[in-house]
């Protein structure tokens, strides 16, 4: 049984990667703060039931996701299955090609990272369904696993997998058209070096 | 050993370090002969890394973290040890 004169101090640390999960799931600072303040609240109302030396991140993420799901599900557009279903698997790598020649970059591969603004990657996440993005959101980003994100969503695990597998190859799709925007929007030309574009980014 | 279409099934659980040992260890052999599905997984592994890094970085709000303290302080609990919200 844990002492809640520690929840703060054992939960604050956490309070960073709270608040970016808060922003992926409710999309907006104000109501990410919300969500992410009346965590720490359930949280420490209900520190007793939380058992010492298990995962504290996990047991956090958990309150959050519930809340999450009870207060803005019903808000949440439903997700169209078929579109997501017939975007191909590793649809990203497929496609390196087509980026490779509007980057005019030899080595997208290697360039991931600076091919992909923050921003994009946050929105490619954020516009998926509620239904991909709290999976991908768990697994990708916060590292959980498969059991742990079943859990929390209250799923089976098969469920947790083949959603994370439409959510990633949606979310590949998305970065990919990002992409293909921003380099053909810029109208690059073979001489141009890419760090010279990155500030678009 | 796995064969190709066998190996990439199981990327993303291999990934997410989900398989079994030896189911891991069937998949790395695969890998290890054969460089069609090796870059295959090092890019999804890459970029599984950079959706992670990039998804990551928020700055909090100014006075968030003192608002949470206060927050909790409201509900009973005695004050934890200051944080400085220029820390994070």
């Not at chain 1, 604050?12 to 703060?33: C, H, I, K, V």
């Not at chain 2, 064969?3 to 069937?26: I, K, N, Q, V, W």
């Amino acid at each position: 049984m844990a002492d809640p004169a520690t929840f703060a101090e054992q939960a604050m640390p956490f309070a960073g990667q709270l608040y970016s999960g808060a922003m992926r799931m409710t999309r907006n600072p104000a109501d990410a703060e919300d969500l992410l303040q009346e965590t720490m609240l359930r949280g420490f109302r209900g520190f007793e039931s939380f058992t010492e030396g298990t995962n504290l991140r996990a047991w956090l993420f958990r309150i959050m996701t519930n809340l999450y799901i009870n207060r803005y599900r019903a808000k949440q557009r439903q997700p169209v299955l078929s579109d997501i279903d017939d975007v191909e698997s590793m649809y990203l790598y497929r496609h390196l090609g087509d980026l490779d020649a509007v980057f005019a970059s030899r080595s997208a591969e290697d360039q991931l990272i600076d091919m992909f603004p923050d921003d994009e990657v946050k929105a490619a996440l954020e516009e998926l369904p509620e239904i991909y993005r709290l999976p991908v959101l768990l697994a990708d980003v916060q590292g959980f696993h498969y059991r742990e994100i079943a859990e929390m969503l209250d799923i089976p695990i098969g469920t947790v997998m083949s959603r994370l597998h439409r959510g990633r190859k949606r979310m590949q799709q998305a970065l990919y058209e990002y992409a293909m925007a921003r380099g053909l929007t810029t109208a690059p030309s073979a001489d141009t070096p890419r760090e010279a574009r990155s500030n678009d980014a | 050993m796995p064969d190709c279409e066998e190996t990439l099934r199981e990327l993303d659980s291999f990934l997410d370090d989900e398989l079994s040992e030896a189911g891991h260890d069937a998949i790395r052999q695969h890998l290890g002969g054969c460089p069609d599905c090796l870059g295959a997984f090092d890019f999804h592994a890459e970029l599984k890394a950079v959706i992670a890094e990039k998804c990551q970085r928020d700055e909090m709000p100014s006075g968030l973290l003192s608002r949470l303290e206060q927050c909790l302080e409201s509900e009973g609990l005695p004050s934890a040890a200051p944080v400085d919200d220029r820390t994070v």
